[in-house]
């Protein structure tokens, strides 16, 4: 009897920290199993080198949302359009610009969005007009040094 309460309180004490682990790789992961509260909008750019799905998507360095997938975009010139899915509250206007960034020299791409003054807000499905597409440097680097700039 006393073997079978040992073994009772081992089973619930593992199945907790199964749970709490399964609810750590959740919360570090950043996944949202139940849909979350975003509304989804698309930029076109010329180039996103660097930038990944899951990557932020900021306003004022504080995180509003995440690149959802990239795609090209052959009806616009073979084109990198990228879908961001964005928090509820985050409201975006029609005039905002979406930029690719980098953090730091070497660090992550992200996108970051610099809010315009319009009062027409972006809806859901909507797409962000003005973009700024991501700095080449390695572009940078070879033109300098063959005397191109």
Do not use: W
Not at 88 to 103: E, F, P, Q
Not at 119 to 127: F, N, R, Y
């Amino acid at each position: 009897m006393k073997k079978a309460s040992v073994e009772a309180v081992v089973g619930v004490f593992m199945l907790v920290g199964i749970l709490s682990l399964a609810y750590l790789s959740i919360r570090l992961g950043k996944l949202e199993l139940m849909g979350g509260d975003f509304y989804d909008l698309s930029a076109t750019f010329n180039s996103v080198s660097g930038l990944k799905s899951g990557a932020s998507v900021e306003i004022a360095g504080v995180e509003i949302g995440r690149v959802d997938r990239i795609e090209l975009d052959p009806s616009r010139g073979y084109m990198a359009r990228v879908l961001l899915r964005v928090r509820t509250g985050a409201k975006l206007t029609d005039d905002s610009i979406a930029s690719v960034r980098t953090r730091g020299i070497i660090g992550d791409k992200y996108i970051l969005i610099k809010p315009g003054g319009s009062d027409k807000i972006l809806l859901g499905g909507g797409k962000i007009r003005e973009t700024e597409s991501a700095v080449d440097l390695e572009q940078l680097i070879s033109e300098y040094i063959h005397g191109k700039i």
